[in-house]
């Protein structure tokens, strides 16, 4: 079944706790994002790759670090959280990138930074 | 730049009423448009998308929306709801010579009353 996984599904943690989401795809897609949703701001996008070893910031990329090192893989790292960053995560991916493509959505990851 | 607004953080209607979610956007190219649906505790689902064929658009569930460029507008309809449409509303836009892609707004809250 074609499909983005996240791990996990829920996390707690504590302020300065270095964390990793983990985020895969089976669909052999180029383009991977990772985006947060908080209530009355619908979705942003964090981090962005057009492929291996090609990422840039998207609007909120501050406190996030992520890498491409697979095709599969679009690992989000939060090297020392804090409580503004509690907030449901996803990751997405479509083929290659292109305005117009559909994008495929994993189904998330809640985060909360004590 | 892109960008979207989401008339109406909520909005109820009764089983077998009209839905009608609101949807302007703005960008400095031709657009193109998306609406995806989240359910509880779920990720993000393409509802429908607009990309540059025809002006109207038939999507899963009995959706449809509307391209109008004079409006600047997608706005997202069903004829009757039912009580499993009760969930989150998104409209994305993405520009075509952005390889940043989705842009979303802030969303929509659609609760269906029996």
């Known amino acids: 079944e074609a499909q983005v996984t996240q791990n996990p599904r829920y996390l707690i943690t504590v302020t300065g706790k270095k964390l990793t989401v983990t985020c895969s795809q089976n669909?052999?897609?180029?383009?991977m994002s990772w985006y947060r949703q908080d209530p009355g701001l619908g979705l942003r996008q964090i981090y962005y790759s057009m492929n291996v070893e090609a990422t840039d910031k998207g609007d909120v990329p501050e406190g996030y670090k992520v890498s491409r090192k697979e095709k599969r893989n679009f690992p989000l790292i939060l090297e020392s959280p804090s409580p503004n960053q509690t907030s449901l995560y996803f990751c997405?991916?479509?083929?290659?990138?292109?305005?117009?493509?559909?994008?495929?959505f994993g189904p998330g990851t809640r985060l909360l930074v004590l | 730049a892109q960008s979207v607004t989401q008339l109406g953080s909520h909005v109820s209607v009764s089983e077998g009423a009209l839905v009608l979610l609101r949807c302007n956007y703005s960008?400095?190219?031709?657009?193109?448009l998306f609406w995806y649906v989240q359910y509880p505790n779920q990720g993000l689902q393409l509802l429908l998308k607009?990309?540059?064929?025809?002006?109207l658009v038939k999507g899963i569930n009995g959706f449809e929306a509307e391209f109008k460029k004079s409006e600047t507008s997608f706005h997202l309809t069903k004829p009757s709801a039912h009580m499993s449409d009760a969930a989150e509303y998104f409209c994305?836009?993405?520009?075509?010579?952005?390889?940043?892609?989705?842009?979303f707004g802030s969303g929509t809250q659609l609760t269906v009353l029996p």
């Open positions: 960008s400095s190219v031709p657009p193109y």
């Open positions: 997405a991916s479509s083929a290659k990138g292109l305005a117009g493509e559909t994008q495929y």
């Open positions: 607009y990309t540059s064929a025809a002006t």
């Open positions: 669909m052999n897609h180029e383009y």
């Open positions: 994305a836009v993405s520009e075509a010579d952005s390889a940043r892609q989705l842009t």
